[in-house]
């Protein structure tokens, strides 16, 4: 057999790597392209968005100048890629944008050119999941990159680490197997955090399995069980770092880092599926998986998913979260300060800031929210993040004759921002409303003043946070389109945003 020289498979091996790592991005049959977005601005400030929450993971975003007055026909479409089912916001990362969803019955992780949407490469495995409550079949929790390695956690507890220039996996867990982890009320939901070479993430493991069928007594116990509530792995090679044991079971929130007394420190708002409802602040060291503190918080209604995301106030070291649910003991939301051994103090409570999935966005010393569980009772909240006094609150809404005209109504059609999402960005409030509206706000403590208006389009379920990156607002479209607005299915669409001084 001829033998290959050491040499030359080293060489052979380069190239190999070298031509995947160089490959051109394709067009492909999901895409379509508009037309190429403005040039930057000579002075324009550029960002990456490696997590779902921004490049400083807290619905912030240093990206200026950005297109402050919409045309009157609409935001400009650069590219548009259907996508499949699925809740999340895509990550990106240089000029690579990275999505994921279930598509034909698989989760599929694809990596697109961030100005042309033209396909790098793409990575699937197959699924099975049902919503129990009727909702997209899709992942809930979005893809993070970091160090040249794509994570993501899909909706049936699959881990993967995955290489961003060439799409191999490098590793994967399955949690449901090697944990133990219960679908629970809509399947696994939070985005990991990356800290350093470790990925940390709500694991949400009992010690029992839950899959059988049981009476609800017996399942309440086995889910009230302390498996792996937390745990980190390898970045790199998937490889486990550390474990944390707790009966606290996965939330839909997201891990967030704090610095805390000048220490690094992970927060975490825990609680899963469990009878009665168990979950709250957990406060871990990041290095070593030490729990620190737990802070209980958690609504007393059985069907409660703790969904909004930890909101950090750095300089006061404290942490606010809030939940939504009305039923039995209504909690809304609390700020807690860690003292220097890193336990935590109820300084407020407040009812009128009971956020069900948004991250509420700090800034100049107050919190900004969209308060309410439902599309009706829904509106936007300014409170004091030093007292928890609420400043003002308004519900945005408006006549939309054009929808109206599309549906066959008489009349227009009354719209809302209902529950959407606020980004901070060009000293000014960007916000998607829930059926596809993008508003600019003036907000303060003076008040909330819209400034423009437009709508991308009429679909329900604009739940996540958009992305913004080199002047590029990427929105997920996560339902169909309302019926006789037009045939425009789920899909991910990048509109031009840029700015000129």
Wanted: glycine fraction near 10%; aromatic fraction near 8%.
């Amino acid at each position: 057999m001829k033998r290959t020289s050491p040499l030359l498979s080293s060489l052979l091996l380069f190239f190999s790597i070298s031509a995947a790592t160089a490959a051109e991005p394709e067009a492909f049959d999901r895409l379509t392209f508009h037309a190429a977005p403005k040039a930057l601005a000579a002075e324009a400030v550029m960002t990456d968005w490696a997590r779902f929450l921004g490049p400083t993971d807290n619905a912030h975003s240093t990206e200026k100048p950005l297109l402050k007055e919409f045309p009157a026909d609409g935001l400009a479409k650069v590219w548009e890629v259907a996508m499949g089912e699925g809740y999340t916001s895509p990550a990106i990362a240089g000029d690579k944008l990275v999505i994921f969803h279930a598509l034909d019955g698989k989760e599929t992780v694809e990596c697109l050119q961030r100005e042309t949407g033209k396909r790098y490469w793409s990575t699937d495995y197959p699924i099975e999941y049902r919503d129990r409550y009727g909702f997209a079949a899709g992942p809930r929790g979005s893809p993070v990159i970091a160090d040249g390695v794509v994570v993501v956690l899909g909706v049936t507890s699959l881990l993967h680490g995955i290489d961003l220039e060439t799409g191999k996996v490098l590793w994967s867990h399955d949690l449901r197997k090697e944990y133990l982890v219960p679908q629970d009320f809509f399947g696994h939901g939070s985005s990991p955090l990356i800290v350093g070479e470790k990925v940390i993430l709500q694991v949400g493991g009992k010690l029992e399995d839950t899959s059988g069928e049981e009476s609800k007594r017996e399942r309440s116990r086995k889910l009230a069980t302390a498996g792996v509530s937390v745990a980190a792995f390898d970045l790199k090679t998937g490889a486990v770092k550390w474990e944390l044991k707790d009966d606290w079971g996965a939330s839909y929130a997201s891990p967030v880092l704090a610095k805390l007394h000048g220490k690094d420190k992970v927060i975490i708002f825990a609680g899963g599926e469990s009878d009665p409802p168990t979950g709250g602040l957990m406060c871990i060291d990041p290095e070593t998986g030490i729990l620190h503190d737990r802070f209980p918080w958690r609504a007393d209604d059985y069907i409660s998913a703790t969904a909004a995301t930890p909101v950090v106030v750095p300089e006061r070291n404290r942490v606010f979260v809030s939940t939504c649910y009305p039923k039995g003991r209504p909690l809304g939301g609390v700020m807690v300060e860690y003292d220097a051994e890193f336990k935590s103090h109820e300084v407020w409570t407040s009812k009128k800031v009971a956020v069900h999935w948004m991250t509420p966005v700090y800034h100049d010393g107050h919190l900004y929210a969209i308060d309410g569980e439902r599309e009706d009772n829904s509106r936007m909240v300014c409170v004091d993040a030093d007292t928890g006094t609420e400043v003002w609150t308004k519900t945005i809404e408006w006549e939309d004759a054009a929808l109206g005209q599309m549906m066959g109504r008489s009349g227009p059609v009354k719209l809302g921002v209902l529950r959407g999402s606020l980004l901070r960005v060009d000293e000014s409030f960007l916000c998607l409303g829930e059926v596809g509206t993008l508003l600019w706000l003036d907000l303060s403590p003076k008040g909330c003043e819209v400034k423009q208006q437009t709508q991308l389009f009429y679909a329900l379920h604009s739940w996540s946070l958009p992305a913004l990156s080199h002047g590029l607002l990427y929105v997920h479209q996560q339902s169909n389109a309302l019926p006789g607005t037009g045939d425009a299915s789920t899909r991910m669409v990048c509109y031009d945003l840029r700015g000129q001084k």
